[in-house]
């Protein structure tokens, strides 16, 4: 069953169109993540989707409800952690949780057990009765989420839910979110722009620039659509190579970058000594090689033409793991 | 209107209250503002005769003194709204499954308990100065009107903040709209024996004048132009008006 259906969905501010008739569906009990480069739209998708904001064109449905005609039963089914922060600094982490378990009518029983058990879950628990406004910013994001997770919406919106935190909570915000995907089969819908993240959680991908969804597929699906391995290349005259390479019918990618080249084929190990013939036969010198499983990092870098790491350094750099069932690199 | 919707004004209200009572010179402002108005201008004009005015200037004064209170501190509550958009928290407000009526309603609570709290204190000190209260019945329709009074405002301010989408408009709004509203309100003098025919009838279409006259004529019983209970169904009938638009506006916004 899809829970969340869009059609054509639009949104124009001033006559820039932030997210341009896009369709697509998640289904019931998926994790869903919405992966794209800074102001691809996908804040506007989630506010849309939220009721926040108005489409300028198109419908969606949540749960099956309209989100123009039924906002309040779209509501009803909703969770947000809103990208930006929404806490009110003047209140403490325990007011803030309690003010939002009454919005969502929780029962003082189940508020009370709620409270405790998130606090415990981002490590606030001895910072519960100190205002927001003295949190640092890591802990305002983790109590942003702990309250996003408080009551048990049927789909939970969270949009780049553990930008700039540590290692540690993220790997545990990770566990908490798969398990109320599996206990409760909640619908997670997800942006990120950490990679390792997206592999973790996601059951399935879109890639959105421009406003525009680029593709959209499960993970293992993406990845082998870019062809078993990667070979990137580094070389004396990049054009000149992937020119000559272009006639090659057993490479079915080839995208060129500033100092390097990748390209998607079968069985990368064994091509590589036909790449170094053919890079002899137009006099390229060929630097350095480098051959791995494609991962999300080449995935996202395909369809957008840009890496997460491009544009976003606050990224870390401790979890992207690269699934490599062959490495070798040379220097000439 | 259900049980959640019920608990969400709650919750709204206590966040008010919670916050005020946390911004401690917010507090004090508030109070001790409109009691340099009450003190300075009452003694400074004590001695000054306006023609037709009965009794002494302060309490001709005094009721304009809690209208002023109440429309500030309620304004404000309303405009407060533009806070809780920059500081991005009006977004989990509006995305929470409550209408948007027990949205407005709980605001609007909050900030009229607290406008309420401070129109009270300068009623006791005017009182205590000596200006004279008519009858009980009086009293109870002074504290209605203070009460329509506030939601008029909250909702005006309401309308202000979504409409604004920073604090830049929000200073000439109050000097362009509100300063002349408030000369013209018969605040500080007796409109109908000073002004010039048309100056008089612009008061008429000001609102703050019913505010005023009325709580003028149920408090202390003098001075007044209207009966009381005439500027209760004016009054009554624009709290409703932008109560409803302040709703409607609220509503429409986006976060
Ligand atoms: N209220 C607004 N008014 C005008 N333009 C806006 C508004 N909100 C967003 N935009 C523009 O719409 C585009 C998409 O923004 P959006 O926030 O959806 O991007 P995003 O994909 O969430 O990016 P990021 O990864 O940086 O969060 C951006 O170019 C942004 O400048
Ligand atoms: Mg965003």
Redesign the interface.
């Known amino acids: 069953m899809d829970i969340i259906t869009t059609e054509n969905l639009t949104k124009t501010f001033d006559g820039f169109t932030a997210v341009d008739h896009i369709s697509f569906s998640v289904k019931k009990g998926e994790v869903f993540g919405f992966l794209g480069p800074n102001g691809a739209g996908k804040t506007t998708t989630i506010k849309m989707l939220t009721t926040l904001l108005y489409p300028t064109q198109g419908s969606a449905t949540i749960a099956g409800f309209d989100i123009l005609k039924q906002r309040a039963d779209v509501r009803e089914n909703i969770g947000v952690v809103f990208q930006e922060p929404a806490l009110d600094t003047e209140l403490t982490g325990r007011e803030n949780l309690d003010f939002h378990a009454r919005m969502y009518g929780l029962s003082q029983e189940v508020r009370k057990k709620r409270v405790f058990k998130l606090l415990t879950l981002v490590d606030l628990l001895d910072k519960k009765d100190v205002l927001v406004k003295h949190y640092s910013g890591g802990m305002k994001r983790r109590l942003e989420i702990a309250r996003g997770l408080m009551h048990s919406p049927t789909v939970l919106f969270l949009d780049e839910p553990t930008l700039g935190l540590d290692a540690q909570t993220r790997r545990a915000i990770w566990e908490y979110i798969k398990q109320l995907n599996k206990d409760e089969n909640t619908t997670i819908f997800l942006t990120t722009h950490y990679m390792d993240e997206a592999d973790f959680l996601c059951d399935r991908i879109g890639i959105i620039d421009h406003g525009k969804i680029m593709v959209m597929n499960t993970v293992d699906m993406l990845k082998k659509s870019i062809g078993n391995d990667v070979i990137t290349l580094s070389c004396s005259d990049i054009q000149k190579l992937q020119k000559r390479l272009e006639q090659e019918s057993w490479i079915s990618k080839i995208t060129p970058y500033a100092s390097f080249l990748t390209l998607g084929v079968e069985r990368g190990e064994e091509k590589i000594p036909a790449i170094f013939d053919i890079a002899r036969t137009v006099n390229v010198t060929i630097s350095s090689v480098d051959v791995r499983r494609p991962t999300l990092d080449d995935v996202f870098i395909y369809y957008t033409g840009r890496s997460m790491r491009e544009q976003d350094h606050e990224a870390p750099h401790n979890g992207t793991k690269k699934p490599a069932r062959f490495r070798l690199r040379w220097q000439k | 209107m259900n ?2 919707n019920f ?2 004004i ?2 709204l209200w206590l ?1 008010q209250m ?2 005020f009572l ?2 401690k010179s917010r507090v004090l402002t508030t109070i001790v503002q409109p009691l340099f108005f009450l003190f300075i201008l009452g003694f400074g004009f004590n001695i000054a005769v306006f023609p037709g005015m009965q009794g002494s200037y302060i309490n001709f004064l005094a009721p304009g003194i809690i209208a002023m209170a109440i429309l500030f501190s309620s304004m404000f509550t309303g405009v407060s709204v533009l806070w809780d958009k920059q ?13 948007r009526l027990s949205i407005v309603i709980g605001r609007t609570l909050g900030g009229a308990t607290i406008a309420l709290f401070q129109g009270f204190i300068i009623m006791i000190i005017a009182i205590a100065l000596g200006v004279p209260i008519t009858s009980t019945g009086g009293l109870l329709l002074t504290l209605v009107i203070m009460v329509l009074l506030s939601f008029t405002a909250v909702g005006f301010g309401l309308i202000i903040a979504s409409k604004m989408h920073d604090f830049e408009g929000f200073q000439s709004i109050m000097s362009l709209i509100l300063m002349p509203l408030l000369f013209l309100s018969s605040m500080f003098y007796p409109v109908t024996e000073s002004l010039p025919g048309w100056l008089q009838m612009l008061s008429y279409c000001n609102p703050l004048f019913y505010m005023i006259d009325g709580i003028r004529g149920s408090l202390t019983g003098v001075n007044n132009i209207l009966d009381p209970l005439v500027d209760l169904g004016i009054i009554l009938t624009l709290c409703i008006i932008i109560m409803g638009l302040g709703t409607y506006f609220f509503n429409k916004s ?2």
């Not at chain 2, 989990?92 to 409550?98: F, G, N, R, S």
Request: glycine share 4%; aromatic share 8%.
């Open positions: 049980q959640k608990q969400a709650y919750v966040r919670k916050r946390r911004a500081s991005g928290f009006l977004q989990e407000v509006l995305v929470a499954p409550v209408s986006e976060a």
